[in-house]
T-cell receptor
Framework: GAGVSQSPRYKVAKRGQDVALRCDPI?????LFWYQQALGQGPEFLTY????????KSGLPSDRFFAERPEGSVSTLKIQRTQQEDSAVYLC??????????????FGQGTRLTVV | AQSVSQHNHHVILSEAASLELGCNYS??????LFWYVQYPGQHLQLLLK??????LVKGIKGFEAEFIKSKFSFNLRKPSVQWSDTAEYFC???????????FGQGTTLQVKP
């Protein structure tokens, strides 16, 4: 596609519900990142995929957060038993380079999650 | 741990004024440096980046930034801002071999027409 696409754009969940957020990266991009952006803050790294391999999940805040990219393209971030502190914008980014080190990351518009 | 600090949280300028947004990072090794911009209702977009070479880098829309290694700084500048520059600006660094970005908390720029 033309850019990184995320869905849904907005999600309201009741506390305790499970949610799934989807990211469609730019076609052919090897690297995929998830970030969490709380209100008034910069994005914070959650996890990184190189193709289908999850190479870094050091930023996932708890074991309620789970991400996958089974075929090396579309990725899903799942949050189980949502809590109010999970309310944030979840950003997905992709880059062409295998390591991502020297290339630009392209961001999606994000999914705004509100837990009530 | 790496961190990025943006000194100005909210900046208000009139059109044609000059802009400088401060960014400092803490990391002793080799880093790549970035400025991203987020216009209202839009996604994060890359303004400019520094990997190596000339420490003065030029980006889109007349923006530039200077990497000063001794000061661990990468300040963003524009000689004359426009109303359309109203946006949120994020400084970021990357040092790992994955391209993971560490962001500052952002600066909201409001340009008055």
């Amino acid at each position: 596609g033309a850019g990184v696409s995320q869905s849904p754009r907005y999600k309201v969940a009741k506390r305790g519900q499970d949610v799934a957020l989807r990211c469609d990266p730019i076609s052919g991009h090897v690297s995929l990142f998830w970030y969490q952006q709380a209100l008034g803050q910069g994005p914070e790294f959650l996890t990184y995929f190189q193709n289908e391999a999850q190479l870094d999940k050091s930023g996932l805040p708890s074991d309620r957060f789970f991400a996958e990219r089974p075929e090396g393209s579309v990725s899903t971030l799942k949050i189980q038993r949502t809590q109010q502190e999970d309310s944030a914008v979840y950003l997905c980014a992709s880059s062409f380079d295998r390591g991502g080190y020297n290339t630009e990351a392209f961001f999606g518009q994000g999914t705004r999650l509100t837990v009530v | 741990a790496q961190s990025v600090s943006q000194h100005n949280h909210h900046v208000i300028l009139s059109e044609a004024a000059s802009l400088e947004l401060g960014c400092n990072y803490s990391y002793g090794g080799t880093v790549n440096l970035f400025w991203y911009v987020q216009y209202p209702g839009q996604h994060l977009q890359l303004l400019l980046k520094y990997f190596s070479g000339d420490p003065l880098v030029k980006g889109i829309k007349g923006f530039e930034a200077e990497f000063i290694k001794s000061k661990f700084s990468f300040n963003l500048r524009k000689p004359s801002v426009q109303w359309s520059d109203t946006a949120e600006y994020f400084c970021a660094v990357s040092s790992s071999n994955t391209g993971k970005l560490i962001f500052g908390q952002g600066t909201t720029l409001q340009v008055k027409p």
